[in-house]
């Protein structure tokens, strides 16, 4: 069962564009929203998180859209760059859990 | 901070050898835990350590997997005997709590790239 549903699976934007994944999840009991963000070769690392007692939050160019009654988040990438190019990957984890799940990655690609 | 080590970097090796991968993680978090990515599957959870005991291994896929944290700054994961299937990229990663609300941030190593021919 796949909890944590992520779109689209690649996504090209032009520099200065707007990136935008799409998340679902189904179970009501996550409470914590990171996304992470993978470099080739390298491990993902936690870029933004949410939780449900905010609708949004921004960090810099990256914003986190949270919609509890659908059941659904998102992360904005504004003014994309080059740099930005990487997969990134949402997760859900309970309250006070310790087991985050992850969605299934978005490749993104953002051309000069 | 060094962030997490990880060791073997790639490993090849012929099926039904044994493969052990081994992770340092950063000094001072409590928990640990080892994941398994593949393009078919994503990111897995296979297992987990809170102050070196195991706290749940529900996501080791076979017998044939094993993990140990002898103390608080090394894990080890051992597959015996390896399958072609058992090719991924294997990551550890250790936690911080961030002090909010029950957030915390997962650190990862590099991985070990797994190849079992």
């Known amino acids: 069962q796949q909890q944590v549903k992520q779109s689209p699976q690649s996504l090209i934007v032009q520099k200065g564009g707007i990136s935008i994944i799409n998340c679902a999840y189904e179970?009501?009991?996550?409470?914590?929203f990171p996304w992470y963000q993978q470099f080739p070769g390298k491990g993902p690392a936690l870029l933004i998180a949410?939780?449900?007692?905010?609708s949004e939050k921004k960090e810099g160019r990256f914003t986190i859209s949270f919609n509890k009654s659908a059941k659904q988040f998102s992360l904005h990438i504004m003014d994309s760059q080059p740099g930005d190019s990487a997969t990134y990957f949402c997760?859900?984890?309970?309250?006070?859990?310790?087991?985050?799940?992850f969605g299934g990655g978005t490749r993104v690609l953002v051309k000069p | 901070d060094a962030g997490v080590i990880q060791s073997p970097r790639h490993e090849v090796t012929e099926m039904g050898q044994e493969v052990t991968l081994r992770c340092k993680p950063i000094?001072?978090?409590?928990?640990l835990f080892w994941y398994r990515q593949t393009m078919m599957r994503g990111l897995e959870l296979l297992i987990y350590?809170?102050?070196?005991?195991?706290?749940?291994d529900s996501g080791m896929p076979e017998d044939r997997f094993s993990a140990k944290m002898p103390n608080a700054s090394f894990s080890t994961l051992k597959i015996q005997p390896s399958e072609p299937r058992d090719s991924a990229v294997y990551f550890c990663?250790?936690?911080?709590?961030?002090?909010?609300?029950?957030?915390?941030?997962?650190?990862f190593g590099p991985g070990t790239r797994l190849t079992v021919l």
């Open positions: 990663a250790s936690r911080r709590d961030l002090g909010f609300g029950g957030s915390y941030e997962q650190f």
């Open positions: 179970n009501t009991a996550f409470d914590y």
């Open positions: 949410i939780r449900p007692d905010v």
């Open positions: 997760a859900a984890d309970k309250a006070a859990g310790n087991k985050l799940t």
């Open positions: 000094s001072g978090h409590d928990y």
């Open positions: 350590f809170n102050n070196n005991v195991p706290i749940d």
